[in-house]
T-cell receptor, first 111, second 115 residues
Framework: GNSVTQMEGPVTLSEEAFLTINCTYTATGYPSLFWYVQYPGEGLQLLLKATKADDKGSNKGFEATYRKETTSFHLEKGSVQVSDSAVYFC??????????FGTGTSLTVIP | DTAVSQTPKYLVTQMGNDKSIKCEQN?????MYWYKQDSKKFLKIMFSYNNKELIINETVPNRFSPKSPDKAHLNLHINSLELGDSAVYFC??????????????FGDGTRLSIL
């Protein structure tokens, strides 16, 4: 079956620290992979995506590379800011556009 | 110019009541979804409609009934509300199924609290 596993949070970092949030997936076929971000009191917003192996998605300083050999899509940012505090969701989409979300990782960045 | 809009944003009501949540999207998408997010932020798909036709119906109590009058609207009616229904409900939309690289676009959520 299809599923997404994310590292458990919460994660607390100091401003300007390096961020990694791990995400691995199980899927039949060739899924597309996404990272969504949810700021407090808001809905999920698409952060970045990758649609095939070795693709790198990037946005707002965040990056993630679609690694088929390790079935991973880890989210990274070189220097986090207080404004990056949010919940981050890894997701995959299969044929038929059914989405599978991870459990979310809460990030708090302290000044 | 909100892409996916839900109303109301907050809903506080008594156990046993019946309530509805409305969702509209102006993105021209064919598919709409309802998700439930619990207090631990876990996101669970409830329903999905494509062009007014139900295509995903997860294990959800039959007190929950979605209705799609047209492809731009997907409403959620809940009968006999229970304490466990307290959660944030999100509406989302995406392009036609089969386009697996199309992201979903989410509304801001409806925060339902049962007293």
């Amino acid at each position: 079956g299809n599923s997404v596993t994310q590292m458990e949070g919460p994660v607390t970092l100091s401003e300007e620290a390096f961020l990694t949030i791990n995400c691995t997936y199980t899927a039949t076929g060739y899924p597309s992979l996404f990272w969504y971000v949810q700021y407090p009191g808001e809905g999920l917003q698409l952060l970045l995506k990758a649609t095939k192996a070795d693709d790198k998605g990037s946005n707002k300083g965040f990056e993630a590379t679609y690694r088929k050999e390790t079935t991973s899509f880890h989210l990274e940012k070189g220097s986090v800011q207080v404004s990056d505090s949010a919940v981050y969701f890894c997701a995959l989409s299969t044929t038929g556009n059914q989405f599978y979300f991870g459990t979310g990782t809460s990030l708090t960045v302290i000044p | 110019d909100t892409a996916v809009s839900q109303t109301p944003k907050y809903l506080v009501t008594q156990m046993g009541n019946d309530k509805s949540i409305k969702c509209e999207q102006n993105l021209g998408h064919d598919t709409m979804y309802w998700y439930k997010q619990d207090s631990k932020k876990f996101l669970k798909i409830m329903f999905s409609y494509n062009n007014k036709e139900l295509i995903i119906n997860e294990t959800v109590p039959n007190r929950f009934s979605p209705k799609s009058p047209d492809k731009a609207h997907l409403n959620l009616h809940i009968n006999s509300l229970e304490l466990g229904d307290s959660a944030v409900y999100f509406c989302a939309s995406s392009q036609t199924p089969g386009h697996r690289n199309q992201p979903q676009h989410f509304g801001d959520g409806t925060r339902l609290s049962i007293l």
